[in-house]
């Protein structure tokens, strides 16, 4: 029977929550330069840059291969600083019916705590736990992080 599973990955980080969630919300379009060891291309395919219903296509570096998807932001919360992306496609959907993750952003002394949580379905028992995607995701939040630090 099928089952939505859970996955976190949790990162402190030294960017204030508004900075990063802002670099989230209202910059897609720069986090091949803001992240660049793991984004490699983005490129808007219906919408706008930061309008729920928003469709990008994205190049990333996952597990040492180069992967693409397409991924719809479906909710934007500014109060608690919580964005929700629903994957749509791409090579990822090969193995998981459905994909989406949560992005939330919580101030932590000077800094922050990102935790960014996936839920997913697997296509069958044999797929494995998106781990390389978790891995992926603390690498893009360190890169963001390290990247805004410098500004």
Not at 10 to 29: G, L, P, T, Y
Not at 45 to 71: F, M, Y
Not at 143 to 148: M, R
Request: hydrophobic share 40%; proline share 3%.
């Amino acid at each position: 029977m099928a089952q939505i599973r859970k996955m976190d990955c949790q990162v402190e980080i030294k960017s204030s929550a508004e900075q990063f969630f802002d670099a989230f919300k209202n910059n897609m379009q720069l986090m091949p330069k803001l992240g660049s060891q793991v984004i490699k291309d983005v490129k808007l395919v219906q919408g706008d840059w930061q309008s729920v219903g928003c469709v990008r296509l994205w190049t990333v570096t996952i597990g040492g291969g180069t992967e693409n998807a397409t991924e719809q932001l479906e909710a934007i919360d500014d109060e608690s600083k919580m964005l929700t992306f629903k994957l749509v496609g791409g090579h990822i959907m090969n193995a998981y019916k459905s994909f989406k993750s949560f992005l939330k952003v919580t101030p932590k002394g000077e800094g922050s705590l990102v935790n960014w949580s996936m839920e997913y379905e697997k296509q069958n028992d044999n797929i494995p736990e998106p781990v390389a995607y978790k891995d992926f995701l603390t690498t893009w939040i360190k890169n963001v992080d390290a990247s805004l630090s410098k500004a």
